[in-house]
Each structure stands twice: as structure tokens, then as C-alpha cells.
């Protein structure tokens, strides 16, 4: 094999490959990078659980295919100033070649490779822009290993909508977006994995599913994944949605996350901020006897009972995020019952809605 090929390019495609594969394996093939040389440059691995393949363009001078470890070649391609670079199999070795500079690295046995799964049946269609979504949602999935189940986003479909919702028990993030659908889907789909796929998805994207793994695919580009276990039962996530609200701020979520920051030092060791509901503002505050108290005031419009609620400014924080740049709706209940932050739909049609659960006040 023998190829040369924009350096910057060719180094994106191995760092995002890098990314889905796993550091410490037993068997070293499965941390391998495949570069197939035709008439351009496949770039692809997989540790059977995840799937990739990206195409790159390149001067092809022979064709070819070899197995080298994904983080070595990531790492040696994005150190590189040069414009153009050559990957040249050089006996057991894929020498990485500048004018100025020459590296080798040792080649994988290609023939111990799994190959890239191949990509289930397809689904439906979506705009890679539409999944953006995906990143907000995937604000409330847990980080905690010991319960798998919630580290992932379920995806489901009725006509027309695609539904996207995520929670760790304390937060929940439900998104819906406009799709064509070829075949339904009700899946559990690990969250990294999937905002990966949507972050690096372009144009028209091709949902392909089964009841083992769900893949993104865009030109001659795939990402795909194993599923989770059997989707965490909705009948209480549609509960929760369908809240009886008690008092609604409109409030621009900049203003609002602003202020949840910077009461944020002052939130004593539960890191607890406090939003407090009044006639034509909202006051933030966070008081601890160490650090101190903060107080900052916040325009807003006010409609229903004047309530105060005390949140964990991890979570508020996050939520807050998902709707950057929009005015938004604090739906806030009574009680220990969940706050509901939503916004009016894009033109995208794009729809977000954030549930936080309050903490009982602290003093």
C-alpha cells in the first residue's frame, strides 16, 4: 500500500476512529486502525462493539491494506505541519512519510481482525443538523457504569417524529425531531457512542437498526454500535412530561445560566443553588457559611404562585446549557416534583424539552 493524502484530513479521520476504540484491549487487533487503499482511503476499525468507517481522498500509488494501532498513527498525523503526508508499507512496518520527516509503525496482524460490521437494515432518513439534539439529550444520561441502563439514549419513532430521551434518575431530556421513516424503531443506544456518530454525520443521514445495533451512515461514511439492554420502560418518563404546573418563568437561558454560575462557588458542599420566583424577575442565590452568599437578580416574565426551589447547579447548569441562545420556559411544580424547562420549536422543527428534580431546600 501506498497512498498520499491531505494531512489534516487524514489525521481527523484516524483521531475520530481512535476515539470509538477502546485503549485496553487483551488482543491488540481490536485497537487496530484498517486503512483499504482503492480509489481513495478507507479508514476504519471496531472493537465489535463499535463500528466506523470513514472515507478520505488520496493520490492512491498502490493499492492496499493494512492493520497499524489507531493511537500511534492518530497521534504522529495530527503532530504533523506538512500539508500533504505519504503512508508507505515498508516490509512489516507503515512508514509516514514528509518531505522533512519519516516515522514507522509496526503493522497488526490483519488476517486476526473481526472486520467492521456491516450496517443493519435501514430505517428512515434524517438532516445531520436535526441530530444535533442528540448532545442536549445526552446532558441527562448517567455516567455510571454500575447501571448501564441509564447511560444510554432511547430512541423510538412514531410517524413522522423521531424521539430521542435520557435520564440518570434526577434529570430527564426528551427531544424530538422531523424524520422520513422507512421502519419503526425502539431501541436503548449507549450515549457516547450515538453523539459521536451525530456530531461527525453531514448532510442526509441513513438510520440503519436491528435488535442489535444501530448505525449512522452519510456518503461512504458509517458509525454504528451494539445496543444496550431492552429500552428502559417510558410510562413514567410520559407521566413526568405531562406535569401540572403551578407557576412559568419566561427567562432568556444565558441570562439565567449566567447567574446559576456565578452563584455557583457559594453553593456549600451539596453545591446548591437557589432560584427564587418573584413578580417580574427571578433572584438566584446560593448561600454557604464558608464561602459566603451570593444574589443576583434576573429579568424574567412571571405567570402563576411565586415559588422558590433549590436545585443541584450541576444539573440546573446542564440543562440550561441545552437551550443556549433561546428564551426558554421554567414549568416549576410544587413540591419536590420536577422542574420542566422547554423552548418554542425551531424551524427545524427540532423540540427539546429538560426535566430537573428539585432538592429538598438546605440550609
Known sequence: ??????????????????????TRVLDPVLAGLRLRATTDVEVAGSDQEHGVR???????????EVLVPAKPLAATLQALDDPQVRLKVEGRRLAVRTPASRFAIPLLDLDHHPGVP????????????????????????????ALPIFTGIRVWSDAGRLHFLATDRYRMAHGTVPWEQEGRLDLL????????????????????????????????????T?????????????????????????????????????????????QAVTIQVEDSEVRVKGN???????????KATVE??????TFQARYLADALKAFAGRRIELKIQDGLRSTVLTSEPGEDGVELTYLVVPMRSVA
Open 304 to 309: 402563576g404562585d411565586h415559588l422558590t426551589k
Open 54 to 64: 470513514l472515507t478520505v481522498d488520496a493520490t492512491i500509488h498502490t493499492e492496499g
Open 226 to 270: 451494539a445496543l444496550l439492554a431492552a429500552p428502559f420502560p417510558d410510562d413514567r418518563a410520559r407521566r413526568l412530561l405531562e406535569a401540572v404546573i403551578d407557576s412559568t418563568v419566561l427567562v432568556d437561558a444565558d441570562a439565567l445560566a449566567r447567574a446559576v454560575r456565578r452563584a455557583t462557588p457559594y453553593g456549600g458542599p451539596h
Open 118 to 145: 456491516e450496517l443493519p437494515v435501514l430505517a428512515g432518513h434524517v438532516d445531520a443538523d436535526k441530530l444535533k439534539i442528540i448532545a442536549a439529550v445526552a446532558g441527562a444520561a448517567s455516567r455510571d457504569d
Open 189 to 224: 443506544v449507549p450515549a457516547k457512542a450515538i453523539v459521536e456518530a451525530a456530531r461527525q454525520a453531514h448532510g442526509r443521514v441513513a438510520l440503519h437498526a436491528n435488535e442489535d445495533r444501530l448505525g449512522l451512515a452519510w456518503g461512504h461514511n458509517s458509525i454504528s
Open 1 to 22: 500500500m501506498d497512498l498520499t493524502a491531505t494531512t489534516s484530513t487524514l489525521a481527523a479521520a484516524a483521531a475520530e476512529v481512535a476515539r470509538l476504540l477502546p
Open 288 to 298: 454557604d457559611p464558608q464561602q459566603g452568599e451570593s444574589e443576583e437578580f434576573v
